[in-house]
């Protein structure tokens, strides 16, 4: 099986009980292992992750524990970095094994073919996400960055990232229709130049859609681990979406 997931924002401060959100990921992580051959995780797995040279965010032993567990077994594991959790310089691949994507990637499972991406960055987002988006992925501003001390770093990335979830709660979980929703838009358009796609699998937007689009393609929004609680499978012919309870 192919497990698929993303957007769990581990560390944010909109969480009420953190230490029971990042169990409840465990013990996903436990419940799919007996069956996984990959899973991918689809960008914002943490609501902040910024590796200073020497230090990475305090927190999140559990699930990192888990993930170097997978992968000694021989679980492939993928990490797209998202919009929240760009800042990886090496740990995540040397410490705990992930294989990290900073892009999206098209891969083949089975007989199918997937385009997968955390989905920022795909569109025309507005101009103020895109100015900070162009500012995150500089390589200068990631490296002035680092001159902060790690605990003022950290207070303010998860103030900025609170704050700016806060803004956004209002459209979050809420499905805006095929001509609204940037991310079905963006894949009917990608579709009409990549005929061989088969899934186009995103994260980004907390909700959970599976939507059949042109030639029975599909375009799947993967919802989220805060709120919805929801993942993709697919076992080598057929996807679903599944929850947890």
């Known amino acids: 099986m192919i ?14 009980d953190p230490k029971e959100h990042e169990k409840k990921l465990v013990d996903w992580l436990d419940k799919v292992k007996k069956d996984a051959t990959s899973i991918y995780l689809l960008g914002d ?38 919009n929240h959790d760009i800042w990886t310089f090496g740990y995540l691949e040397n410490e705990i094994g992930l294989i990290v994507h900073r892009q999206a990637v098209t891969v083949e499972i089975g007989t199918k073919k997937f385009f997968l991406a955390h989905g920022d960055g ?5 101009k103020g996400f895109k100015i900070i988006r162009r500012i995150f ?35 979050e979980n809420k499905y805006l229709g095929e001509q609204n929703e940037n991310l079905v838009v963006y894949a009917k358009k990608y579709v009409e130049s990549h005929k061989d796609i ?4 995103f994260g980004h937007r907390h909700i959970a ?14 919802g989220d681990f805060v709120s919805i609680f929801s993942y993709g499978v697919f076992d080598g012919e057929n996807f679903r979406l599944e929850y947890v309870e």
Request: glycine content about 6%; hydrophobic content about 45%; proline content about 4%.
């Open 137 to 171: 992925h500089n390589p200068t501003a990631q490296k002035l960055f680092r001159y902060l001390p790690p605990q003022l770093g950290q207070e303010f990335g998860y103030n900025w990232s609170k704050r700016n979830r806060e803004k956004i709660l209002h459209i």
């Open 209 to 222: 859609l599976d939507l059949q689009i042109k030639d029975q393609k599909r375009v799947v929004i993967l």
């Open 198 to 201: 088969d899934f186009l699998i």
């Open 45 to 82: 797995m943490f609501d902040f992750w910024f590796e200073y040279r020497t230090v990475v965010p305090k927190g999140f032993v559990r699930f990192l524990g888990k993930l170097a567990e997978l992968i000694d077994t021989g679980i492939e594991i993928h990490f797209f970095t998202g």
């Open 3 to 16: 497990y698929f997931i993303s957007d769990a924002h581990l560390g944010s401060r909109l969480v009420k």
């Open 122 to 126: 795909l569109y025309a987002e507005n």
